[in-house]
């Protein structure tokens, strides 16, 4: 237990720890014209510190985070102690290890986890110097938030390991360093996941080393949500270097997104083609130019409600280039 002075008449206010159930306690010590070793002992903040340390109880300014953390879920209760205690702050730094001398089961292998993926290196070696255990969720996290100097720690110093899903998330979010790092040091690999993600987030030097490097490849998906995304300069590389491929979805989501260069390069390069929903939703997302061209260099056609839909979404001037076309025979409309 630890006090709270009340300024006037040193009244001090003991928080207790029974069963881990709190109840506070008022105790009037002494006037502050009163003298003695207990009155001079309780009235030095630093000192009677020193003197509780070794009792039990709470510190007063812990027992709110420890009476709120008992309120939450046990899945919650991770979270809202990272939530309670700013451990990018010096002195929440201080409450962080206070309140592990004073309650250790509160320091459950999540809080370990979510502290390395915020990144705190000092607090992650203090837990881990204290005994704390942790899960796979620590390297994979810390992976994911680009923490190259935890995933070294953990690395080092632990025998959690990672999973797959270490590269896969930092290759989503390109986290290069880390993906080396891994790809050097550990064995727990990627999946494609790792490929396709770096690629539909544009990551070019991430799929450039994946490719050179890894074996685990990309799938179809990716290169059509390439094409979605618009990132033509992936899309080339892909084309250039995998075997995987796209499917008819490439071109027609582009066509979608009004992405005219890469409908031009799917339909010279590629032959997986579209269907008649590339010129209907690009009408409906009024890109003219996508309309055209698909019109002069395809086949498909596109869906009889695809008129009204332009003219519903504001776009006259793709509304009536189609009925124009129509009027000619120029066109092909299907179901």
Not at 60 to 65: G, K, M, S, T
Not at 129 to 142: F, I, S
Request: net charge neutral; charged share 25%.
């Amino acid at each position: 237990m630890l006090m709270e002075d009340a300024d006037d008449d040193h009244t001090f206010f003991f928080y207790e720890d029974d069963a881990h159930a709190l109840t506070t306690t008022t105790v009037r010590v002494c006037h502050r014209n009163a003298a003695g070793p207990a009155r001079d002992v309780l009235a030095i903040r630093d000192l009677l510190q020193v003197v509780t340390q070794y009792q039990r109880g709470l510190d007063v300014e812990l027992a709110p985070i420890c009476r709120a953390w008992k309120q939450e879920l046990s899945y919650c209760q991770a979270p809202f102690l990272l939530r309670a205690i700013d451990l990018n702050d010096a002195d929440g730094r201080r409450k962080f290890r206070r309140l592990f001398e004073q309650r250790p089961d509160m320091f459950t292998a999540d809080v370990m986890d979510l502290v390395a993926r915020a990144g705190n290196l000092a607090m992650l070696k203090f837990l881990h110097e204290n005994g704390v255990a942790c899960t796979t969720d620590a390297m994979d996290w810390a992976a994911e938030q680009g923490h190259l100097d935890i995933v070294r720690f953990l690395h080092t110093h632990r025998s959690e390991g990672c999973t797959r899903a270490a590269m896969d998330e930092a290759a989503k979010h390109g986290r290069l360093d880390v993906i080396k790092f891994l790809h050097n040091h550990r064995t727990e690999g990627a999946t494609f996941y790792a490929m396709d993600s770096a690629a539909i987030n544009n990551h070019l030097e991430v799929v450039e080393f994946l490719h050179k490097n890894r074996s685990e490849g990309c799938s179809k998906y990716g290169m059509d949500r390439v094409a979605l995304e618009g990132h033509f300069d992936i899309l080339k590389f892909l084309h250039s270097n995998r075997r995987e491929g796209c499917t008819v979805k490439a071109l027609d989501w582009a066509a979608q997104q009004g992405h005219l260069a890469i409908v031009k390069f799917l339909h010279s390069h590629r032959n997986e083609g579209c269907t008649a929903d590339a010129i209907t939703w690009a009408a409906e997302n009024g890109h003219m130019e996508v309309v055209q061209f698909l019109l002069s260099n395809r086949r498909e056609g596109y869906r009889v409600h695809t008129i009204h839909k332009a003219t519903r979404n504001g776009h006259i001037h793709v509304a009536q280039y189609l009925r124009k076309r129509r009027q000619n025979h120029c066109q092909c409309v299907v179901s």
